[in-house]
């Protein structure tokens, strides 16, 4: 039995993409607040494009407490759902189509949310990554750790726990 011919990597790189930002831009507030994504592999870093609009403290000048606490509950949410995405992709079984057709998965719903502010955000761009502490079928533990110009320099971590919504078969 032959095995079937590899896709080329630019299909499964378009692929991912195209699952990633429509994914991302099906939440309209990630676009407000000017969240990215950018993807290595199947790890997510979130980015948190400065603009004026997110100075919570003009005097500092420093980011809005909210908007960093959102920054880290989207990143989080958003890495949780790629990983649910990821095997859909990988196989081919979410196709170009169906992107385009709106369907995706629906988002995990959060149970409780806590942000550690470890140090004032400063007025520039921000990153974030989440660890997925434990995935299972209706419940999930995330960490997000936020940092801007050093890794090693956080200036805000979240841990949540979520709802995760029942898988389509």
């Given at each position: 039995?032959?095995?079937?011919?590899?896709?080329?990597?630019q299909?499964?790189?378009?692929?991912?993409?195209?699952?990633?930002?429509?994914?991302?831009?099906?939440?309209?507030y990630?676009?407000?607040?000017?969240?990215?994504?950018?993807?290595?592999?199947?790890?997510?870093?979130?980015?948190?494009?400065?603009?004026?609009?997110?100075?919570?403290?003009?005097?500092?000048p420093?980011?809005?407490?909210?908007?960093?606490a959102?920054?880290?509950?989207v990143?989080a949410?958003?890495?949780?759902s790629?990983?649910?995405?990821?095997?859909?992709?990988?196989?081919?079984?979410?196709?170009?189509?169906?992107?385009?057709?709106?369907?995706l998965?629906?988002?995990?719903?959060?149970?409780?949310?806590?942000?550690?502010?470890?140090?004032?955000?400063?007025?520039?761009?921000?990153?974030?990554?989440?660890?997925?502490?434990?995935?299972g079928?209706?419940?999930?533990?995330?960490?997000?750790?936020?940092?801007?110009?050093?890794?090693?320099k956080?200036f805000?971590?979240?841990?949540?726990?979520?709802?995760?919504?029942?898988?389509?078969?």
């Amino acid at each position: 039995m032959a095995r079937p011919k590899p896709e080329p990597v630019q299909v499964v790189k378009q692929r991912r993409d195209a699952a990633l930002k429509a994914l991302v831009d099906g939440v309209p507030y990630i676009q407000f607040l000017g969240i990215a994504f950018e993807r290595r592999g199947d790890e997510l870093t979130g980015l948190l494009n400065f603009d004026q609009k997110l100075i919570g403290n003009p005097v500092l000048p420093a980011l809005h407490g909210g908007v960093t606490a959102a920054f880290l509950e989207v990143t989080a949410i958003i890495t949780l759902s790629w990983g649910l995405l990821w095997e859909d992709v990988e196989s081919g079984a979410l196709t170009l189509d169906a992107l385009e057709a709106g369907e995706l998965p629906r988002l995990p719903k959060t149970i409780d949310f806590t942000v550690d502010y470890l140090r004032s955000g400063l007025p520039r761009d921000a990153y974030a990554r989440a660890r997925i502490n434990r995935s299972g079928r209706r419940y999930a533990s995330v960490h997000v750790e936020a940092w801007q110009d050093n890794r090693s320099k956080l200036f805000a971590q979240a841990t949540g726990h979520f709802l995760m919504p029942q898988r389509r078969d």
